[in-house]
Antibody
Framework: EVQLVESGGGLVQPGGSLRLSCEAS????????MHWVRQGPGKGLMWVSR????????DYADSVKGRFTISRDNANNTLYLQMNSLRAEDTAVYFC???????????????WGQGTMVTVSS | DIVMTQSPDSLAVSLGERATINCKSS????????????LAWYQQKPGQPPKVLIY???TRKSGVPDRFSGSGSGTDFTLTISSLQAEDVAVYYC?????????FGQGTKLEIK
């Protein structure tokens, strides 16, 4: 079964750090762009970051640039999001999502995890 | 950044009737070299992650009921549900994947009238 499972969320104080993980199974993880998307409480979806198959290219939303770092471990089929200098406005459910297979350009998100909740509060 | 604007924000439709959701992008998401619109539609039910319904603006994902269809090109797009079923109650989002930052519309909440 094709699956993504996030972990690592929790309660953190403003200015703190957290690392999210997303474990992939059922597909060739190293062949796909991977993304993080977040959804604030009662809010819409916001794309956060993406990473190329081999990790050589990354992109970020302006609101997290310089604070968040996306990375991947293809040997262990795991995607990460290191979040530093967290702010109250980063409070959200964070989803990992599968994007384009290499060479297809189809970067719609066809597989999503269930999400992990991050709460930034004192 | 490409701004995606959906209309309406909410919609109530009777069972069996047609539902139409519109999405407008602030710039074209049509890539001229392959003539494809980099536009997807998602459905999100409460407590669940989004699920992709349509990509390339009009290609239905395998397994998605054929009552869902997408149309449009350039900057104006439409998601149509031809005959609303109870299980279609959800929030629907359009998204452009033409350029980063990828952006979503604000969502349209679809309910039963």
């Amino acid at each position: 079964e094709v699956q993504l499972v996030e972990s690592g969320g929790g309660l953190v104080q403003p200015g703190g750090s957290l690392r999210l993980s997303c474990e992939a199974s059922g597909f060739t993880f190293s062949s796909y762009w991977m993304h993080w998307v977040r959804q604030g409480p009662g809010k819409g979806l916001m794309w956060v970051s993406r990473i190329y198959t081999d990790g050589s290219r990354t992109d970020y939303a302006d609101s997290v640039k310089g604070r968040f770092t996306i990375s991947r471990d293809n040997a262990n089929n795991t995607l990460y999001l290191q979040m530093n200098s967290l702010r109250a406005e980063d409070t959200a459910v964070y989803f990992c999502a599968r994007g384009a297979a290499v060479g297809t350009g189809l970067d719609a998100f066809d597989i999503w995890g269930q999400g992990t909740m991050v709460t930034v509060s004192s | 950044d490409i701004v995606m604007t959906q209309s309406p924000d909410s919609l109530a439709v009777s069972l069996g009737e047609r539902a139409t959701i519109n999405c407008k992008s602030s710039q074209s998401v049509l890539y001229s070299s392959n003539n494809k619109n980099y536009l997807a539609w998602y459905q999100q039910k409460p407590g669940q992650p989004p699920k992709v319904l349509i990509y390339w603006a009009s290609t239905r994902k395998s397994g998605v009921p054929d009552r869902f269809s997408g149309s449009g090109s350039g900057t104006d797009f439409t998601l149509t549900i031809s005959s609303l079923q109870a299980e279609d109650v959800a929030v629907y989002y359009c998204q452009q994947y033409y350029s980063t930052p990828y952006t979503f519309g604000q969502g349209t909440k679809l309910e039963i009238k």
